[in-house]
């Protein structure tokens, strides 16, 4: 783990993000109760948040089975409740203001040091708490 994020990162919801941010967009209150987002996966983007210096906008966290599949989203995504998690979402996609999703990534990689899995698209870098890792562009 990136040794100067150590202990900076240890919070849930902080001044850089709050529990709105992660419900699912239909407004069916996933994503608003203790437990139903992976708290690793906010200490990450927080992390990269500490890290450029940078605001970091939350485009995707929790989304219920209906709107993971309205917005097109795969079949066992991670956004959506996990079992192994008693029902919580364990990813989340971010935009880091002024930073290129591949180097979110980078930066993901290192600091993760190749747990879990990271992924980057045009616009947004994805992150999860697979207990597998992996790599992947969209």
């Known amino acids: 783990m990136a040794a100067h994020l150590n202990g900076a990162c240890n919070m849930r919801f902080n001044k ?7 419900a699912c967009k ?7 109760k203790p437990g139903d987002i992976d708290e690793r996966v ?13 605001p970091v906008t ?11 599949a309205k917005v ?16 919580a979402s364990s990813a989340l996609d971010i935009k880091v203001k002024g930073v ?3 180097q979110v990534q980078a930066f993901l990689d290192e600091l993760l040091a190749g747990r879990f899995g990271v992924g980057y698209g045009e ?9 597998t890792p992996a790599r992947f562009d969209y």
């Open 72 to 87: 097109g989203g795969a079949k066992a995504s991670r956004h959506q409740p996990q079992g192994a998690l008693n029902g």
């Open 123 to 131: 616009t947004f870098t994805h992150v999860d708490t697979r207990d």
């Open 100 to 102: 290129a999703p591949a």
């Open 26 to 32: 239909c407004g069916c209150g996933f994503g608003t």
């Open 58 to 68: 939350i485009t995707s966290a929790c989304r219920c089975p209906s709107h993971n």
């Open 16 to 22: 850089y993000f709050q529990v709105a941010e992660m």
């Open 42 to 54: 906010v200490w990450i983007a927080t992390c990269a948040r500490i890290h450029f210096a940078a």
